[in-house]
């Protein structure tokens, strides 16, 4: 909306929506009148929608996004139709984490945006391909690629040519602490109070990957949460489907307690989650369920995600992005304006963002950005001979 606009008819309806989340939501709650945003941004005060409902319209609306439709999550290289890709797997949890904010009274229209843009800085090809271009990354001089920390900047800098969406900190303070790879049983969350807290915290996180870092509201704890709540039982399932695994595999404590089916799993922690976190400033699992959750994920990781039978093409893929990273390096320094990086995305950038990045950071957020697909296009125009025409 436009600075010179008036304040809309409906701007009433949004002063009844800020009062009843003070009289339903918890708390402990995040309200949406209390979003901080980086930069000034008239519109998103004016009008019938909520803060945080903007960020979601923002993510939902940003190329980043339309982009997971071809990010696979963790088979890939595999044609089956049924496999979950990252889209959906960004669904799963975005529906999750708001069933559990909704039973805790949480602000759901926070806990979406951040569902819906924590994974946009996953590289091609999921978790492998998040460790290739790290290890690109620190070979050419940069700091460690981690996807959270590309999701924020992606969103805050990045997008719209360079400038960025100007999503709330509360919304990119939950992306960049969403870690499901790790398992805790109590989140706590620890508040950041303005932008220069979270941007320490994205320098310290970048200086020591393992430095454990907590979202600062409880949307965004809810989120940390679903997300593995989203992706263990249905990985689960999807080796099932590809023969990884079978059904009598599953640890017997992990059956008893949480179930054998993705569904009965997530409605077993969700509820879990629920009953213990009533009305308390952090989320909780309950003992025998989170020690059932951890134990069915360490039976993932040794049965699924370090499997060597989907690992087979991994090898490939190493030498491709290699040769991606050092052939669109070599582009930019001899300025050959026809390569991918120029015509599909340096063009599409504000100057600022052109004048201010090295060669590396701009080699690293192309590549971070590509779709599966696009990567593998990207490589066979390199690296696979093309028909000549027949006359000059």
């Known amino acids: 909306m436009s600075d010179s606009l008036p304040y809309s008819s409906l701007y009433p309806v949004r002063e009844k929506l800020e009062e009843r989340e003070d009289r339903w939501l918890s708390p402990h709650a995040a309200r949406s009148r209390f979003a901080l945003r980086r930069n000034p941004d008239p519109g998103a005060e004016r009008g019938h929608r909520l803060p945080f409902a903007i960020d979601v319209d923002r993510v939902l609306h940003s190329l980043s996004y339309a982009r997971y ?41 926070l806990i979406e945006a951040i569902a819906l843009g924590h994974d946009i800085g996953h590289p091609p090809f999921g978790h492998d391909g998040e460790e290739i271009l790290d290890a690109l990354c620190r070979e050419h001089g940069m700091p460690s690629y981690q996807h959270s920390i590309q999701s924020v900047r992606c969103l805050d800098q990045i997008e719209a040519g360079g400038k ?11 992306i960049f602490c969403h870690n499901g790879e790790r398992l805790l049983s109590s989140i706590k969350p620890a508040s950041r109070a303005r932008f220069e807290d979270l941007d320490r915290d994205l320098e310290r996180k970048l200086e020591d990957r393992d430095l454990e870092l907590l979202p600062g509201t409880l949307e965004g704890a809810a989120v940390r949460i679903a997300d593995v709540i989203s992706y263990v039982g249905r990985d689960m399932e999807d080796a099932m489907r590809l023969n990884l695994i079978r059904s009598d595999q599953i640890p017997p404590n992990v059956v008893k307690t949480l179930g054998r089916s993705n569904g009965t799993i997530v409605y077993r922690l969700v509820e879990d989650v629920a009953e213990n976190s009533q009305d308390k400033d952090e989320l909780c699992l309950s003992e025998p369920v989170g020690q059932a959750l951890a134990e069915l994920l360490d039976f993932n990781r040794d049965s699924i995600y370090s499997n060597p039978l989907i690992k087979t093409e991994r090898p490939k893929i190493v030498r491709l992005y290699a040769e991606l990273f050092t052939g669109f390096l070599e582009d930019l320094r001899l300025g050959r304006t026809n390569s991918e990086i120029f015509v599909d995305y340096l063009d599409q950038m504000q100057r600022h963002y052109v004048e201010t990045q090295s060669h590396e950071h701009v080699v690293r957020d192309f590549i971070a950005g590509m779709t599966d697909r696009y990567f593998l296009q990207c490589a066979e125009q390199r690296l696979i001979p093309q028909q000549l025409p027949d006359r000059f």
């Open 164 to 174: 960025g969406l100007n999503l709330s900190l509360q919304v990119l303070d939950g």
């Open 69 to 109: 439709i071809d990010k696979t999550q963790v088979f890939y290289l595999i044609r089956n139709d049924h496999i979950t890709h990252r889209v959906l797997h960004v669904q799963l949890l975005s529906k999750i984490a708001r069933t559990i904010g909704r039973l805790l009274r949480l602000n759901e229209d």
